[in-house]
């Protein structure tokens, strides 16, 4: 299983991968699912990716191979050369596709599904910053001011938290909190997602990779996010209006005392 976030914001976006690929008692394997493609002053890519591990590798081996291609043929379209986002996200769903006419029958012939799914997001010189989700089949979903984030993967247990504090005039600096606050309640509640964590924090109009992390098992900041939400939610519960009962002057559980 995988969780991937990206969320966009005025001052930029946040991307956030676990890199888990299988996990179990003892069968716990790594593999990243963020990878970063820059041409400084021009243009900054990132791609994270979900699904079966052998289908992403096709893909980013299809995109590698058309760079290969594109030194001996200028006209050659790549995943750098495209000219807006968008048709950089049809790109890469085409990509998909190719790998879908390759191996979709015979692995649903076998019994497993052709579950591929990609958070692509960037910006090229001139343009604004966006992020895009590319389904399957191909086809994409650009993210809006009026809904700001993306996710791939087991969202369930961190998109509560997204839904009722991050927008798109969080700044970027307190994006990276609700994306990191977002993933360790995924890493909390499902075992197949974990360490380590890759985090990049794209400003606007920089066209550079400069915000970049990798947080390995036993991260220090990692563990202070996870020990102080859990202690703030403790503290939160506390704080909040007791509910009364109708016809019972006392609150549960103070007459078992």
Not at 99 to 105: A, I, P, Q, T
Not at 133 to 153: D, E, K
Not at 159 to 168: M, V
Request: charged residues 20%.
């Amino acid at each position: 299983m995988t969780y991937c976030l990206s969320l966009l914001c005025r001052e930029g976006i946040v991307f956030i991968s676990d890199s888990r690929t299988s996990a179990g008692v003892d069968n716990i394997t790594v593999q990243p699912k963020m990878r970063i493609y820059a041409e400084s002053g021009d243009r900054v890519i990132c791609l994270m990716t979900s699904g079966n591990l052998s289908l992403t590798q096709s893909v980013y081996a299809l995109i590698e191979e058309d760079f290969l291609l594109s030194k001996s043929a200028p006209d050659q379209s790549t995943l750098m050369n495209q000219r807006t986002l968008f048709e950089t996200a049809r790109y890469v769903g085409r990509k998909i596709r190719d790998v879908g006419e390759m191996d979709r029958k015979a692995l649903e012939a076998a019994g497993f599904s052709f579950n591929i799914n990609v958070l692509l997001g960037g910006q090229i010189a001139g343009q604004k910053h966006e992020i895009h989700f590319v389904y399957p089949q191909g086809n994409t979903l650009q993210a809006s001011t009026a809904s700001p984030f993306l996710q791939i993967g087991e969202f369930k247990y961190g998109k509560p938290i997204l839904d009722r504090g991050f927008d798109f005039e969080t700044s970027l600096r307190d994006a990276v909190t609700f994306g990191m606050l977002s993933m360790e309640a995924t890493v909390k509640s499902n075992v197949s997602v974990g360490p380590p964590i890759d985090v990049f924090a794209y400003e606007a109009d920089s066209l550079a990779m400069k915000y970049r992390a990798r947080l390995e098992e036993n991260d220090a900041y990692f563990h202070e996010i996870q020990t102080k939400w859990g202690r703030g939610l403790v503290q939160l519960v506390e704080a909040m209006p007791r509910m009364h009962f109708p016809g019972v002057s006392t609150e549960p559980g103070e007459s078992a005392s």
